[in-house]
């Protein structure tokens, strides 16, 4: 059974940073595309930012030059650095993994990551002005 767990999220003023983690446990498949996703009240899921099984990263340009997507010592820890944080940044954040051959930020936000992804309960990231 695959578990995804996020935490790190928080509230913090414009201009700031976070850490977000997850970790997943359980995931045997052997490709996948791991990242993050966000979803604002009233507006569409957002992909953020992924990594696939070869260490490419991909990054939306809304959060490219902003936030750092990395694996911790093992590859079932991820970690979304976030810097220089925008009040449109606030959102619920999603960590996903999806054994998944094409691997992009948008992918994280996909149909295919919502039908055949595992996801954690999110954790929310406020940033006010």
């Known amino acids: 059974q695959v578990q995804v767990v996020e935490s790190g999220g928080g509230s913090v003023q414009a201009g700031g940073s976070l850490r977000l983690s997850c970790v997943v446990s359980?995931?045997?498949?052997?490709?996948?595309?791991m990242g993050w996703f966000r979803q604002a009240p009233g507006k569409e899921r957002e992909g953020v930012a992924a990594?696939?099984?070869?260490?490419?990263?991909d990054y939306a340009s809304s959060v490219k030059g902003r936030f750092t997507l990395s694996h911790g010592n093992a590859n079932n820890w991820l970690y979304l650095q976030m810097n220089s944080l925008k009040v449109e940044d606030t959102a619920m954040y999603y960590c996903?993994?999806?054994?998944?051959?094409?691997?992009?930020?948008?992918?994280?936000?996909?149909?295919?990551?919502?039908?055949?992804?595992?996801r954690g309960q999110g954790t929310q990231v406020t940033v006010s002005l």
């Open positions: 996903v993994a999806i054994p998944h051959t094409v691997c992009g930020a948008a992918t994280m936000a996909s149909k295919s990551a919502a039908d055949f992804g595992f």
């Open positions: 990594i696939d099984g070869a260490n490419r990263i």
């Open positions: 359980g995931y045997t498949f052997s490709t996948y595309c």
